[in-house]
């Protein structure tokens, strides 16, 4: 699991040595919250800077960056599906119970982090959200329109 021939990393992440287990799942919330965040932005329908043909990209992107920005402490799991499973797959395949006590039980880390970090990254959007239906009042409304009849202009272009 550990050390210069460790292998188990192939199948979910493994914390980098002498990080603390407070980093990880700072990093973790933090890197969760900026990826919803920025999906709640490109899904909302008020919100439409960009044609839903190009949300796949900004998506592939917006993860490509936080996983370059937050991957080295411990792989970027954003997820737990993408680390306890594979994780359970180690221990059952004969890595043993060291898949879940290394890094001083780093194996949960990865699956309270992103459900806290997915919940305040989404709290923060709806907050936002709220401000600004406060701050633009109903000038909102003629805003959203003229976005949708530049959109369908654009879309009859094509």
Same mark, same amino acid.
């Given at each position: +699991?550990? /050390?210069?021939?460790?292998?188990?990393?192939?199948?979910?992440?493994?914390?980098?040595?002498? +990080?603390?287990?407070?980093? &990880?799942?700072?990093?973790?919330?933090?890197?969760?919250?900026?990826? &919803?965040?920025?999906?709640?932005?490109?899904?909302?329908?008020?919100?439409?800077?960009?044609?839903?043909?190009?949300?796949?990209?900004? +998506?592939a992107f917006m993860i490509t960056a936080i996983g370059a920005a937050f991957g080295f402490n411990c792989g970027f799991p954003i997820n737990p599906a993408?680390?306890?499973?594979?994780?359970?797959?180690?221990?059952?395949?004969?890595?043993?119970?060291?898949?879940?006590?290394?890094?001083?039980?780093?194996?949960?880390?990865?699956? +309270?982090?992103?459900?806290?970090?997915?919940?305040?990254?989404?709290?923060?959007?709806? /907050?936002?959200?709220? &401000?600004?239906?406060?701050? &633009?009042?109903?000038?909102?409304?003629?805003?959203?329109?003229?976005?949708?009849?530049?959109?369908?202009?654009?879309?009859?272009?094509?």
């Amino acid at each position: +699991v550990t /050390g210069p021939n460790a292998t188990a990393g192939i199948f979910g992440t493994m914390p980098a040595r002498n +990080v603390r287990q407070q980093t &990880l799942f700072f990093d973790q919330v933090l890197s969760t919250a900026l990826l &919803l965040l920025g999906l709640c932005s490109l899904s909302n329908k008020q919100n439409k800077l960009v044609s839903n043909s190009v949300i796949p990209l900004a +998506v592939a992107f917006m993860i490509t960056a936080i996983g370059a920005a937050f991957g080295f402490n411990c792989g970027f799991p954003i997820n737990p599906a993408r680390d306890l499973g594979p994780r359970l797959f180690a221990f059952a395949v004969g890595y043993g119970s060291e898949v879940f006590t290394v890094g001083n039980y780093y194996f949960w880390i990865p699956i +309270v982090g992103p459900i806290v970090g997915g919940l305040i990254g989404a709290w923060i959007y709806m /907050g936002y959200g709220r &401000l600004m239906k406060i701050h &633009l009042g109903e000038d909102n409304k003629q805003i959203i329109e003229n976005r949708h009849r530049i959109d369908e202009a654009n879309m009859s272009r094509l």
